[in-house]
């Protein structure tokens, strides 16, 4: 039901680029290289990939660099009433990024929160969460909940690693 939440199709990653890159707000760009995403927020995101960051699934995933200032979402279609699952996968890049992340996570108006204890080793853990649908659209929103800094780099923002957002109907 969500298109792209693995993240495998975003912008380009040159061979030698090992920063990431930042996807602006929806505000700077209209339209999106990570396709079915909106970045809703005033600052952007940071795509990642495999070949330089520590990825929990696939190729590609999104870090949260801007405390909640820094929130993705998209609209998928379901059906008003119907139970739905929702799961994601939270982490760090391996970049040394540390301390305690939480991802908030929105389905229509249930809000979310996944932990994580960061070591900025590259861990990661998933979360299931059940929602309702209050109508035949629900916006699936993260962001968040803290800011952080690299452990040897207090100048240079991080955050949690978002990967494999899914959702599925409940039984």
Not at 14 to 30: E, H, K, V, W
Not at 117 to 135: I, L, N, P, Q
Request: proline content about 5%; charged content about 20%; hydrophobic content about 40%.
């Amino acid at each position: 039901m969500v298109k792209n939440g693995g993240f495998e199709i975003g912008p380009h990653v040159f061979a030698n680029f090992s920063t990431g890159i930042l996807i602006p707000a929806r505000i700077q760009d209209f339209i999106s290289p990570l396709p079915g995403w909106i970045v809703e927020s005033l600052k952007p995101v940071k795509y990642i990939d495999r070949r330089h960051f520590k990825v929990p699934y696939g190729q590609g995933a999104v870090e949260l660099v801007a405390g909640r200032e820094s929130a993705i979402a998209q609209i998928i279609r379901t059906i008003a009433g119907k139970a739905y699952m929702l799961s994601f996968a939270v982490g760090d890049a391996q970049n040394g990024c540390h301390g305690s992340m939480m991802v908030e996570a929105f389905a229509g108006r249930e809000p979310f929160k996944l932990s994580f204890m960061s070591e900025g080793k590259g861990a990661f853990k998933t979360g299931h969460f059940r929602f309702v649908a209050d109508s035949d659209r629900t916006r699936l929103t993260f962001y968040s909940a803290f800011y952080h800094t690299k452990l040897h780099d207090f100048g240079h923002l991080c955050g949690p690693v978002l990967d494999s957002v899914v959702v599925t109907p409940a039984r």
